[in-house]
C-alpha cells in the first residue's frame, strides 16, 4: 500500500505533500492555455453571431427589394382599371361636348366619378407605402385584418393570374407585435403560392385558401393552395436562403426564408410546409 501512495505522490499517513516549482509552473501553464482557448473561442462565436446578424440584415433587404419590385408589379395591376375608367371618361366628355350635350349636370357627374377615380388611385399608393414603413413599437392588432389587408394590395396580380382567394376565420385572434413585418410573411406565402399555379391555367379553379384560427391558445394561419404540391425532394429544403426552383428573373429564394425567420426568430412562433390533397399547405403557429 505504501508504495502504491509513493508512486502517486502521496506519504503513509494521507499527508499531500505540496506542489513543486515545476507542478506550479505547468498548472499555470494550462490555466493560461485554458483562459487563451476561451478567449479564442468567444471571439470567434461573436464574429460567427456579427456574420449571421450581417447576413439576416442583407437578406431582409433582398427580401425587401424582391417585395418592392413586386409591389410596383401590383400596384400597376391595381390601377389598370381605375385608369380604363378614366379614358373612358375621357372620351364620353370629348363626344358629349361634340354633340353639343355638355352641361352642368354631365360637369358635375364627370367631376365626381374622376375625382372618385383618383381617389381610389391615391389609397391605393399609400396602402403601398404604409407597407413599407418600418415599425418601432409593438402593438396589438387583429390578424384579419392584417389578412385583408395584404389582400388588397395582392388584389391585381391574383386577378391576373385568376386565383380566387378564401378566407375562412374560425375565431377572431389577436396578436401583439409588428403588423408589417406579420404582413410580410404573408405577402411572400401568398406570392408563392400564386406563382406555384401555371400562368396558363385560366380555368377559375386556382384556390387560396386563408384559415384563420386558434389551437391550444395560440394562434394559426394556414395558407393552402391546389397548385399540385411541392415536390417530396426539395420539400425539406424550401426554407433555406437563396434556394429556389425559379428562374434568377422570377425569383431570388430568400421568401421563405425570411418568413421562418420573421416568425420563427421575430414572433417566437412555428412556421412549417406540407403537401395536401391537390397542394401545399404553409402553417403559422403563433
Not at 482557448?37 to 425587401?64: D, H, I, M, P
Not at 400596384?75 to 379614358?87: D, F, K, M, S, V
Request: aromatic share 6%; proline share 5%.
Amino acid at each position: 500500500m505504501s508504495s502504491t501512495l509513493k508512486q502517486h505522490g502521496i506519504r503513509p499517513g494521507g499527508m499531500v505533500p505540496p506542489p513543486g516549482p515545476a507542478e506550479k509552473t505547468r498548472a499555470g501553464d494550462e490555466c493560461r492555455r485554458l483562459a487563451d482557448a476561451l478567449a479564442a473561442e468567444r471571439t470567434e462565436r461573436q464574429r460567427a453571431q456579427r456574420e449571421l446578424r450581417e447576413k439576416e440584415l442583407l437578406l431582409l433587404q433582398q427580401s425587401r427589394l424582391a417585395s418592392m419590385g413586386e409591389m410596383v408589379a401590383n400596384i400597376a395591376h391595381q390601377w389598370r382599371q381605375p385608369l380604363n375608367i378614366l379614358g373612358l371618361l375621357a372620351q364620353d366628355l370629348q363626344m358629349t361636348y361634340s354633340r353639343g350635350e355638355l352641361d352642368e349636370g354631365y360637369v358635375k357627374e364627370y367631376v365626381r366619378r374622376t375625382m372618385e377615380t383618383i381617389a381610389h388611385m391615391s389609397r391605393t399608393v399609400d396602402d403601398f407605402r404604409a407597407f413599407f414603413v418600418p415599425e418601432r413599437d409593438e402593438v396589438e392588432f387583429p390578424v384579419r385584418e392584417v389578412v385583408e389587408r395584404t389582400l388588397s394590395l395582392l388584389e391585381g396580380s391574383l386577378r391576373a393570374r385568376q386565383v380566387r382567394v378564401e378566407v375562412v376565420a374560425q375565431a377572431e385572434p389577436v396578436l401583439r407585435g409588428h403588423p408589417n413585418e406579420f404582413g410580410q410573411v404573408l405577402v411572400n406565402l401568398l406570392n408563392n403560392a400564386r406563382d406555384a399555379f401555371p400562368p396558363t391555367r385560366g380555368d377559375s379553379a386556382a384556390v387560396i385558401r386563408i384559415e384563420i384560427g386558434m389551437s391550444g391558445g395560440r394562434v394559426t394561419v394556414a395558407v393552402t393552395d391546389n397548385a399540385g404540391g411541392i415536390p417530396e425532394e426539395i420539400l425539406g429544403r424550401i426554407f433555406d436562403p437563396y434556394f429556389t426552383t425559379k428562374s434568377p428573373e422570377e425569383g431570388t429564394g430568400v421568401g421563405l426564408y425570411i418568413c421562418k425567420m420573421i416568425v420563427e426568430g421575430k414572433m417566437n412562433g412555428k412556421l412549417t410546409a406540407q403537401n395536401v390533397a391537390g397542394g401545399a399547405c404553409f402553417n403559422i403557429e403563433l
